[in-house]
């Protein structure tokens, strides 16, 4: 059995989640100038969006209010995923290693967002 997550850093779905943030302001450096304002500066908000939900999930004191963050923290995954389409479709750079991460990230987030929902007691656990 694996000891329960103390800070929010344990847990895996933000641990990638994070990782995404990474990515996405690696692969948006890429991005012409004239998105700086535009695409760039969206794309960005959205990725640290999901790992900062994640976050302020974790220390929240009942089951609802924690999944009330997972499932906000899916509105910016949605975009994020539009994003890379639209890096994709404007050939601002190779968009695969984030769109894999942010996958990751999406069922990650899901599977928990269902084991609150499935469960009495929930209690993230690092890997």
């Known amino acids: ?15 990638k989640a994070h990782q995404f943030v990474l990515a996405a302001h690696r692969l948006s450096r890429t991005f012409p100038r004239s998105e700086t304002y535009g695409l760039s500066s969206q ?15 974790f220390k929240k004191r009942g089951k609802a209010d924690e999944l009330r ?7 910016p995954i949605e975009r994020s995923r539009y994003d890379l389409i639209l890096a994709k479709d404007f050939e601002y750079g190779d968009v695969s290693g ?11 987030l899901e599977a928990c ?5 499935n469960s009495e007691f929930w209690i993230l656990t690092p890997v």
């Not at 999901?50 to 999930?57: C, F, K, T």
């Not at 963050?69 to 509105?75: K, S, T």
């Not at 984030?98 to 990650?108: A, I, M, R, T």
């Open 1 to 15: 059995m694996r000891t329960p997550a103390t800070r929010f850093e344990d847990v895996v779905v933000w641990q």
């Open 43 to 57: 794309f960005r908000r959205a990725a640290v969006s999901i790992a900062a939900n994640i976050a302020e999930g």
């Open 69 to 75: 963050f997972y499932i906000i923290a899916q509105g």
């Open 98 to 108: 984030s769109s894999q991460l942010l996958e990751e990230v999406s069922k990650l």
């Open 113 to 117: 967002s269902q084991a609150i929902l």
